[in-house]
């Protein structure tokens, strides 16, 4: 074959590929996959640079991620939300931890009833007694003694049921975390951020919490796959 038909035959060649290649990207992405599938492999990537005018940015696969750089801040994360409010709700009415209230409130209760009926007796005994009575004093020293017992009771009832509620919300809280670190492992979620959704209504809320309310809305738009608060309530197996 001369030389002449030679340059013929490439020329014809780079016109039909450059057709294909045309074609491919009008006619869409099935098209352009069956192009691109007669072409040669070009192969795995070690990194994409992209430029501009005066600089340009190395894309790297680093550890599964898009990376331009070598921080970790440098990295593309996928990213969750999880309205945690709404499990701690269902884990604080569960059994295992309102039963533990119920008998904390059960043993106080007792306690109270129990003051306020020596309470009652202390005054049906003092209806009548006159201020100038010897035993007015003592009277009135046993009557500090009960308010000083009842004011007993009810600050060690406060502050037990205070440290109750820590420690529950706190362990609430720890389930709720290792339960969203199973989830994000299973679905590959690099950040899950805390969020209440835009469609809870501020029914029964006060202005201030409606305040407190909207501030707490980190999030005012996002995809719905991005919420994965029923995934999380599942492997948590809550009502």
Same mark, same amino acid.
């Given at each position: ?57 190395? &894309? ?135 969020? &209440? ?35 999380? &309530? ?6």
């Amino acid at each position: 074959m001369q030389r002449r038909d030679r340059m013929l035959v490439t020329a014809t060649l780079m016109v039909g590929v450059l057709n294909l290649i045309v074609l491919g990207s009008i006619a869409g992405p099935r098209a352009y996959a069956a192009t691109s599938a007669w072409l040669d492999d070009l192969g795995p990537a070690a990194k994409l640079t992209l430029t501009t005018d005066d600089t340009s940015v190395d &894309i790297v696969a680093t550890e599964g991620r898009l990376a331009w750089g070598d921080d970790e801040a440098n990295r593309v994360y996928s990213v969750g939300f999880v309205h945690v409010g709404r499990m701690l709700d269902a884990i604080m009415q569960s059994d295992s931890y309102a039963d533990i209230r119920a008998e904390m409130e059960e043993r106080f209760t007792e306690e109270r009833d129990a003051l306020i009926s020596e309470i009652e007796d202390f005054q049906e005994r003092v209806q009548g007694i006159d201020p100038d009575d010897p035993a007015f004093e003592g009277l009135a020293q046993e009557w500090e003694e009960l308010n000083g017992r009842r004011r007993m009771v009810e600050e060690e009832a406060s502050r037990t049921y205070s440290g109750l509620l820590t420690d529950q919300m706190t362990s609430a809280y720890r389930d709720i975390v290792n339960a969203v670190e199973v989830v994000s492992d299973r679905r590959d979620i690099d950040i899950v951020l805390r969020f &209440i959704p835009t469609s809870n209504d501020f029914q029964g809320m006060s202005p201030d919490q409606i305040g407190q309310g909207i501030l707490s809305r980190v999030a005012l738009r996002y995809p719905d796959g991005l919420d994965i608060t029923d995934d999380v &309530i599942e492997e948590m197996a809550l009502d």
